[in-house]
């Protein structure tokens, strides 16, 4: 089956310190896979982005991320988190086929303590 | 440009009613998503549309929703009668492509409507 798994669904962390937010995916081949965060009552932005070439990926905010095949993983990571970046973080991929879509993650929930 | 446009924000509304929400995506986007996110549940696609044609509705829970793009700048989703287990956030979001399948397209979210159903 196709799938993502987030497997934290909360984490906190305090500012300044690095984050890594973890994302497998289930699937028949190499996906397009993305990253997209969700402020407090707001719609959901796309962090990054992978389709092929490099496998480290850089997206907005100073956050990048990284394509493992043999992993089936595709992490979330910033070197220093701000306060601002406390949100909901989803993974999700693009699945293939006549009818294709995102795949999504259940999401991980980003606290940041000052 | 405006951005994806959803209205209303809130909606609280009793067991029964219709509900009916509603979308306008950015211009020049031919692909139109309805999104309901509920804590058990995530974030999951209900229906999405291209050039203003149904395209997937498997994520349609019941026959008491439905959804229509009359045009290509407005869409409405809508429930009829509507429960208590449909209270949610219901986001829509467009694109150039499908799933933003290029380097340069992503899909674009509005802020949501979070409905309540007492």
């Known amino acids: 089956a196709q799938s993502v798994t987030q497997p934290d669904i909360h984490i906190t962390v305090s500012e300044g310190a690095s984050l890594e937010l973890r994302c497998n995916y289930s699937y028949g081949a190499t996906p397009y896979l993305f990253w997209y965060v969700q402020s407090p009552g707001q719609g959901l932005q796309l962090l990054l982005k992978y389709f092929s070439g490099d496998t480290l990926v850089q997206g907005i905010k100073g956050f990048e991320a990284e394509f493992k095949r043999s992993q089936s993983s595709f992490n979330l990571r910033k070197p220093s988190v701000h306060w601002s970046d406390a949100a909901e973080y989803f993974c999700?991929?693009?699945?293939?086929?006549?009818?294709?879509?995102?795949?999504w993650g259940l999401g991980t929930s980003l606290a940041v303590n000052p | 440009d405006a951005g994806v446009i959803q209205s209303p924000r809130h909606e609280v509304t009793e067991m029964g009613q219709e509900v009916t929400l509603r979308c306008k995506p950015i211009?020049?986007?031919?692909?139109l998503f309805w999104y309901r996110q509920t804590m058990m549940r995530g974030l999951e696609l209900l229906i999405y549309f291209n050039n203003n044609v149904p395209i997937d509705d498997s994520g349609m829970p019941e026959d008491r929703f439905s959804a229509k793009m009359p045009n290509a700048s407005f869409s409405t989703l809508k429930i009829q009668p509507s429960e208590p287990r449909d209270s949610a956030v219901y986001f829509c979001?467009?694109?150039?492509?499908?799933?933003?399948?290029?380097?340069?397209?992503?899909?674009?979210f509005g802020p949501g409507t979070r409905l309540t159903v007492l």
């Open positions: 979001a467009s694109s150039r492509s499908v799933g933003g399948l290029t380097s340069t397209d992503t899909q674009y």
């Open positions: 999700a991929f693009l699945n293939a086929g006549n009818n294709r879509k995102l795949i």
């Open positions: 211009s020049g986007h031919d692909y």
